[in-house]
């Protein structure tokens, strides 16, 4: 399993005096809004369609600040690849880190990676798919992540009764068809939620390991509740606040229209799942960044978002400072 970087992600914090944000803060806004849409156009594209014009077409930055990050398309998409897999690691490595047996901790890392992909089907189809299509220094990277969860997956021998257990390559064969069976869900235009997955794939993992009769009680296992689960990642950290490319959209989308709702917000800001825009409002509304004037939907009223005079300066920095130059 890909270890965690506690220090990974950099905290965005406009100095105290200050009028905009500084050359670090910029281009670490500008790095996101690339990455990102690296991420939509590989997912829209392919791989190996996606060029650095499309890149910079979507993320709104120019060609000269494209270069000033990036050596080329490829680098591009392997800088996208490794920030999700870092934020794949970050939620699925504790889950399997927590005592337990091997079983209970490798259904708690699946069920965190599943979650994960029907959270973000974009990210999700970067790093399943269209790493396939990328090259050779992707499908090294995607090979090493691979390597350690195969790893895990053999610590099933740990487990098995005594001279039952499978032979090395059990777990080779076992992290290949899960991962062959994701591979062709996450193409499917009207996929059912991959958590639903949860006990079929728990099956094939333990059955080389623990026999049938335990792979016949993780079929019979209900599947997780993914609204429990999806983005339990906190895009605000430690801060007064960190900047991240889906917390930048949403601070625009407001600024852009005044009094916008919930759902409007999400949809100007590439958030699918509701709860998660409500999420990370609340946030922005706790840092004093936001204000709502409407009646709120739990009476029957849209949310009227407002940015403010904080937030209204955050955003034009934003603005001003990341854009096209």
């Not at 990036?70 to 880190?97: G, H, Y």
């Not at 890392?109 to 189809?125: I, N």
């Not at 605000?236 to 852009?256: F, H, P, Q």
Request: charged share 25%.
């Amino acid at each position: 399993m890909p270890s965690r970087d506690e220090g990974s992600g950099t905290q965005q914090q406009l100095r105290p005096g200050q009028n905009g944000l500084a050359r670090e803060q910029v281009s670490d806004i500008q790095r996101a809004r690339m990455l990102a849409a690296m991420v939509e156009v590989a997912a829209e594209r392919g791989a190996g369609n996606a060029t650095v014009s499309h890149v910079v077409a979507r993320s709104g930055v120019s060609r000269r600040t494209f270069y000033e990050q990036f050596a080329d398309r490829e680098e591009c998409f392997l800088a996208a690849f490794d920030e999700a897999i870092q934020r794949i690691a970050d939620r699925v490595v504790p889950a399997f880190e927590q005592p337990g047996r091997w079983r209970e901790r490798i259904r708690a890392a699946l069920v965190e990676l599943l979650s994960f992909l029907d959270y973000d089907p974009g990210t999700g189809r970067l790093v399943v798919v269209e790493t396939l299509g990328a090259g050779p220094r992707a499908l090294e990277r995607r090979g090493n992540v691979l390597a350690q969860i195969i790893a895990a997956v053999d610590g099933g021998r740990t487990e098995a009764k005594k001279g039952s257990a499978p032979p090395p390559l059990a777990a080779e064969g076992v992290v290949g068809g899960v991962f062959s069976l994701i591979h062709s869900r996450v193409l499917e235009s009207d996929r059912q939620p991959l958590l639903e997955l949860t006990g079929p794939l728990m099956g094939m993992i333990v059955l080389p390991y623990l026999g049938a009769a335990a792979a016949q009680r993780e079929l019979s296992r209900p599947a997780p509740a993914g609204e429990a689960r999806a983005g339990s990642g906190n895009p605000l950290k430690n801060l007064e606040m960190r900047l991240t490319y889906r917390t930048v959209r949403v601070l625009m989308a407001i600024g852009s229209h005044p009094g916008v709702s919930n759902r409007r917000i999400g949809d100007e800001a590439g958030i699918t799942d509701q709860g998660q825009i409500s999420k990370l409002l609340a946030r922005l509304d706790h840092l004093g960044l936001i204000e709502n004037s409407g009646f709120g939907q739990a009476k029957g009223e849209s949310n009227s978002w407002h940015l403010t005079p904080r937030g209204q300066e955050i955003e034009l920095a934003i603005r001003e400072q990341t854009e096209r130059r």
